[in-house]
């Protein structure tokens, strides 16, 4: 029986092997209230993309303008200025970023993969990006990665471990010593980044958040 607390949200999941197990585990549940209450205290306000907010471009604050009528893409950086302008009618200025974000992480992750993957002999099958809290990466044993597209609000040594992690696994789907010392091999700062997602992996959460289970890696 497990009882979840999303952290940008606070809905409450809980879990049952079976379903003839649900009412022990809403028992199990009602035995929770006080780690309930503690988790939800720590749940910060979601944060709808759109123009007039301010977002953590891959770990930069950036502010967010709409830029009206047509510019030379949709969205637009200015990395010097750190902004990012959207073009377009304002109705579609939430969708126009996200699909921005998503297409830059994208980008992001791929060129990293193929080249750790380089890096220690090994290939992957596919690449996708999820719409989810669960996990912020995964490797299955059909060699098919999938990231979470918050990642590219974390700085990029942060996205590039989560990364690392998840390559690594094609060689050891494990958390063993090998494993291990292959991730630092490909990225030395695994530690570090480790503790910044264990410190602001939360945050990354709050941004257009979808119902799930709380990131983990």
């Known amino acids: 029986m497990i009882v979840k607390v999303h952290p ?14 649900l009412s022990h585990a809403l028992d199990f549940a009602r035995g929770q209230k006080a780690w309930i209450a503690r988790q939800r205290a ?13 977002l953590p471009f891959r770990g930069v604050s950036h502010d967010v303008r709409h830029g009206g009528g047509s510019g ?20 579609h200025a939430q969708r126009r970023l996200a ?11 791929e060129a990293q993969v193929m080249e750790y993957a380089a890096q220690i002999g090994v290939s992957p099958a596919r690449i ?10 995964s490797c299955s044993a059909a060699r098919v990665f999938s990231f979470s597209w918050r990642l590219i609000f974390a700085p990029d040594f942060v996205r590039d471990y989560v ?10 789907m494990n958390h063993g010593p090998r494993f291990w010392k ?12 480790q503790k910044w997602l264990r410190v602001h992996g939360r945050s990354l959460q709050r941004y257009a958040p979808k119902s799930s289970a709380p990131a983990k890696l």
């Open 182 to 193: 292959l991730v630092e091999k490909l990225h030395p700062r695994f530690k570090e980044a």
């Open 128 to 137: 996708a990006l999820r719409d989810t809290a669960s996990r912020w990466g």
């Open 163 to 172: 990364v690392a992690h998840e390559v690594a696994h094609l060689k050891e």
């Open 8 to 21: 940008s949200t606070g809905e409450v999941t809980v879990v049952a092997p079976t379903e003839r197990g």
């Open 42 to 54: 720590r749940v910060l306000l979601p944060v709808v993309l759109a123009p007039g907010m301010r």
């Open 72 to 91: 030379p893409a949709p969205v637009v950086r200015d990395a010097t200025a750190q902004v990012l302008w959207v073009h377009g009618r304002a109705e």
């Open 99 to 109: 699909d921005f974000l998503k297409r830059e992480v994208r980008l992001l992750i």
